[in-house]
Antibody, heavy 118, light 105 residues
Framework: QARLVQSGAEVKKPGASVKVSCKAS????????LHWVRQAPGQGLEWMGWINPDNGDTDFAQKFQGRVAMTRDTSINTGYMELTTLTSDDTAIYYCARECGGRAFDFWGQGTMVSVSS | DIQMTQSPSTLSASVGDRVTITCRASQRISNWLAWYQQKPGKAPKLLIY???TLESGVPSRFSGSGSGTEFTLTISSLQPDDFATYYC???????FGQGTKVEIK
């Protein structure tokens, strides 16, 4: 079955950027949108945006526009989420998730903890 | 923006109980609603999509219903493995409800 494996935990200083990777396997990477969702400590889920791995199209939640980029490398079946100008409010677990058209997010990565602290 | 509101925020129940969680949308969303289960330290798991369709492999004690603005997730007989936090999601805007934590009574 499909699998998404994310990069490891990151510790960043305020003002820095972070780039998280999400490697897909056991399915056709370009056939399914890839979403990013984050979860601050003890809080709920927050949708950040998606990328269409087939053509690179993206859409972001208004809150993150101008500060987030989502890219992909189809040669290695990997998606990336980069968040810039980090603050302590960006401390969270970041998940990638596959959208199965009309069925919501059916497979999720294991999560990547990003800590922002001076 | 469409807001998704879950109730209750926390629910205390015992094994064997019938449990119902409600999700309300601020506008009509047809049946574009999904439910997820999340356990501590784990990624969310899809339970139900399109309001009432059970994801493959999910036990039949889980069911979803509703359309328009009001939706429910029901666990017919709560099992020890079901103590977790549950989230609804409007699939078109991808926004989530704030979550409902199901605790042991």
């Amino acid at each position: 079955q499909a699998r998404l494996v994310q990069s490891g935990a990151e510790v960043k200083k305020p003002g820095a950027s972070v780039k998280v990777s999400c490697k897909a396997s056991e399915y056709r990477f370009t056939g399914f949108y890839l979403h990013w969702v984050r979860q601050a400590p003890g809080q709920g889920l927050e949708w950040m945006g998606w990328i269409n791995p087939d053509n690179g199209d993206t859409d972001f939640a208004q809150k993150f526009q101008g500060r987030v980029a989502m890219t992909r490398d189809t040669s290695i079946n990997t998606g990336y989420m980069e968040l810039t100008t980090l603050t302590s409010d960006d401390t969270a677990i970041y998940y990638c998730a596959r959208e199965c058209g009309g069925r919501a997010f059916d497979f999720w990565g294991q999560g990547t903890m990003v800590s922002v602290s001076s | 923006d469409i807001q998704m509101t879950q109730s209750p925020s926390t629910l205390s129940a015992s094994v064997g109980d019938r449990v119902t969680i409600t999700c309300r949308a601020s506008q009509r969303i047809s049946n574009w609603l999904a439910w997820y289960q999340q356990k501590p330290g784990k990624a969310p798991k899809l339970l139900i999509y399109r309001a009432s369709t059970l994801e493959s492999g999910v036990p039949s004690r889980f069911s979803g219903s509703g359309s328009g603005t009001e939706f429910t997730l029901t666990i017919s007989s709560l099992q020890p493995d079901d103590f977790a936090t549950y989230y609804c999601q409007h699939f078109n805007t991808h926004s989530f409800g704030q979550g409902t934590k199901v605790e042991i009574k």
